[in-house]
């Protein structure tokens, strides 16, 4: 009679162990809840990345529009503001940036 009782004993005490550890695995393993939350995290911050990126190719894709339809004077103040270009034979004067005295720089960041 007591080594059935012992049997069930130690039967129970295996179960638990035995569940126990798949309790384990499951929330820390290789494939884990832990694991499958930093996924979840991952899909969501690419997902917002994807979002972003198409809002943006929507707005150069209307920008193109814009710009197809548009007349060429305006494509053309767009081409010398933004990326500076200029007509054959013309020339582009620049104004240097002033330089500022050592003693002037001084005296501007002791008064702030």
């Given amino acids: ?8 004993v130690l039967a129970t005490i295996c179960i638990g162990l035995l569940a126990v550890f798949i309790g384990y695995k499951a929330v820390v393993g290789p ?13 969501e911050r690419l997902q917002k ?5 198409n809002a943006q190719h929507q ?3 209307r920008q193109v529009e814009r710009l197809q339809q548009a007349d060429p004077s305006v494509i053309e103040k767009e081409a010398r503001e ?6 054959p034979g013309e020339h582009v004067l620049y104004q240097p940036a002033l330089k ?4 002037q720089v001084a005296q501007n960041t002791a008064r702030q």
């Avoid at 933004?82 to 007509?87: A, F, K, P, Q, S």
């Fill in 59 to 61: 707005q150069l894709q």
């Fill in 49 to 53: 990345e994807i979002d972003a990126a």
């Fill in 82 to 87: 933004r990326l500076g270009l200029v007509r």
């Fill in 31 to 43: 494939n884990g809840m832990r694991v499958w939350q930093g996924k979840r995290a991952e899909v």
């Fill in 100 to 103: 500022q005295d050592s003693s």
């Fill in 1 to 8: 009679m007591v080594g059935v009782a012992m049997r069930r």
